[in-house]
């Protein structure tokens, strides 16, 4: 039986990525298509009459019609909806892999992060002016201890951070 | 009678799916692509009943969420194509199904028999 070439195979993916088909579905339907194409070619249409037959059928209507049965098909379940987060239940049928999905999962780590080291700069900035200022320096004063909360605040937030990096790469490769 | 052979098809997409990947083959369980599984229903009913892709992958994907269905995705003159076989649990689903559906068609046989077909004597 005659196969599709690249070329071809890729005129189907546009044709279903302009119908608006899910990421879930695509090379499946592609798949799909493609076998259904060179069906009809194997009887003897030519293959721009298969294609063109082939997607009239996988119209907007038909594809937007695929998506709504998906998403009743396989909504979560009373018992995963439990468990489920907002950020599970807005992202359920969406791209997790572009990024909104992650940056919203690190957002509270992040903000916490970021709290903390721009509470710990500022009590470091008033521990060196108040040190300039009376041109001594004692770590045992209340300059000394703002200080030192300050050093270890920019630490613990750095390393939280590196280390929710580190986690970061070992998971995305 | 097409669209009505549709709407009962509806309904028994499930059973239909189970029950072709649990026919045996000689080389082991089953596996089929989504368009082989269509192919299969048009050419057994002899066109009389015909899937949409639209009707089945949705299907399918649901019955692998439930974990009655493995997948074994394999590159094919430059396409993905996704393999779908019955996991152990998917078996006696599929047996359970059946049995299900054939006692259904047995009760609705019944109801659309003539009443005086029933009667005894």
Redesign the interface.
Known sequence: ME??N?GQ?ATLRRHLLKTGTSD??I??????????VEHYVWIGLPFDKALETVTDQ?THT??K??RE??Q???TMSDEQLQKASLDDIVFQFRNKAYGAYDLRQSYRLTMRNAIIMAVSFCLMLVAILDGLNRKEWSYVSLTGLAWILGVAGMTYAGVSWYLARVREQQFSV | MESSGQEFLRGTLKTIVLNLLAEPTPTGPRRM???EI?QAVHDRTRGDLTL????L???L??LE?DGLLLTD?VE???????YYALTPQGNQAAIQKTSDFERFVRSVRSLLQSPGELLPG
Request: aromatic share 10%; proline share 2%.
């Open positions: 196969k599709l690249d195979v879930a579905l090379d499946e339907l592609i798949d799909h298509l493609a076998c259904e996988a038909a594809v019609h695929l049965r998906y009743v098909e396989l | 692509y989504g368009y269509t949409s892709f639209g009707a992958y949705p299907v994907h649901k969420q995705t094919v003159e430059g396409r993905l194509r996704k």
